[in-house]
């Protein structure tokens, strides 16, 4: 039988997301500052060997659904080659991707051979100028990601949309009709106070039951059901295929249904998206650990799990951008 990984709090951990770089095409100001150069330095990223190696100690211990992230993935070299490695992997048995899109185009037929099974798309509006507003970058290469992606048989693909008020809460309709018509299903995600860029963008929280209600006046939502490990509320449009996702963060969290601990670049193992709690793994890697003492060493960290976040009350908490560990 798969021993599993539990926390101090009784909780199962059976998600991991592996950032594979703090690098990014895009600047989106609520995440990353623009003119950002204080990346980690790649002799510190941890090798696909190392990667392989621990994402194979937690499918020993019943981790199976793994998340690859950033930054940007797509921006490591050689992506697909890692993806496709770790879809081979005995434990892991959901392994999805979350990305910018700037790049989908050219990777998605790759990627979908090689194993990756779902996307999640960030896209936080569908006007040109605002996106560049927003991200520095362009629409077009988005769209065209997602559209080679749908393309390649990517399904479900889930778009990703921070809901900002006075910056896109005028859109959130929009984006309704935009999934509806492309078959995609859509998540809004409330901000969260991650280093100076989320603090910053605080000033444009907005609480999603808002958005709900508002929704509801134009829609007739019914309680709806998604896969995959996530903390998203789904409702669906009656009469359509249409899951739309409510992850609240700030207004209504869940952390007492946590699963999930997140790996960084650096093979950091973050316990907790609002905390700090972590347990290096690199140096453990590069003295020569056995795969049984890797194992013992991951059983021992969930020991530093917290019960949950502190965006509220403790907003300046947590110094580390969004990027650093990807969501
Ligand atoms: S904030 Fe921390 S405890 Fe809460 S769901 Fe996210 S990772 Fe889990």
Redesign the pocket.
């Known amino acids: 039988m798969t021993p599993t990984l539990t926390d101090p709090f009784g909780r199962h951990i059976e998600y991991i997301r592996l950032s594979v770089t703090d690098r990014c095409d895009l600047r989106c100001f609520y995440c990353m500052p623009e003119g950002f150069t204080d990346f980690e330095t790649p002799e510190h990223w941890l090798t696909f060997d190392e990667i392989e190696r621990v994402i194979a100690a937690f499918g020993r211990l019943g981790v199976n659904r793994v998340r690859v992230t950033g930054g940007e993935p797509l921006v490591r070299k050689e992506l697909p080659q890692l993806t496709s490695r770790l879809s081979a992997l005995p434990g892991v048995e959901d392994l999805s991707l979350s990305t910018n899109a700037v790049q989908l185009a050219k990777y998605s037929e790759v990627l979908r051979r090689g194993g990756v099974q779902r996307l999640n798309v960030s896209l936080d509006t569908l006007k040109p100028e605002r996106f560049k507003a927003i991200t520095k970058g362009k629409l077009e290469k988005v769209i065209e990601g997602l559209m080679a992606a749908k393309a390649a048989g990517f399904n479900p693909i889930k778009i990703n949309m921070v809901v900002m008020k006075g910056v896109n809460d005028d859109e959130v309709e929009k984006m309704v009709d935009f999934c509806l018509k492309h078959g995609f299903t859509l998540r809004f995600i409330e901000t969260m106070p991650m280093g100076d860029t989320g603090r910053n963008a605080s000033d444009q929280y907005i609480d999603l039951q808002i958005i709900k209600k508002r929704l509801m006046q134009r829609y007739d939502l019914v309680p709806g059901v998604m896969p995959g490990g996530g903390?998203a509320r789904y409702m669906k449009v009656a009469g359509t295929d249409l899951n739309i996702g409510f992850i609240t963060?700030m207004s209504q969290?869940?952390?007492e249904t946590?699963n999930?601990v997140r790996l960084s670049v650096d093979g950091t193992l973050y316990m907790?998206?609002?905390?700090d709690h972590n347990f290096e793994l690199r140096p453990l890697l590069r003295n020569g650990i056995s795969d049984s003492e890797l194992e013992a060493a991951i059983i021992k960290a969930m020991a530093l799990k917290?019960e949950?976040?502190e965006f509220s009350d403790k907003p300046g908490q947590v110094v580390r951008f969004m990027s650093m560990t990807g969501g």
């Not at 907790?272 to 905390?275: F, N, R, S, T």
């Open positions: 903390p963060p969290h869940f952390c946590c999930r907790c998206l609002g905390q917290p949950r976040h």
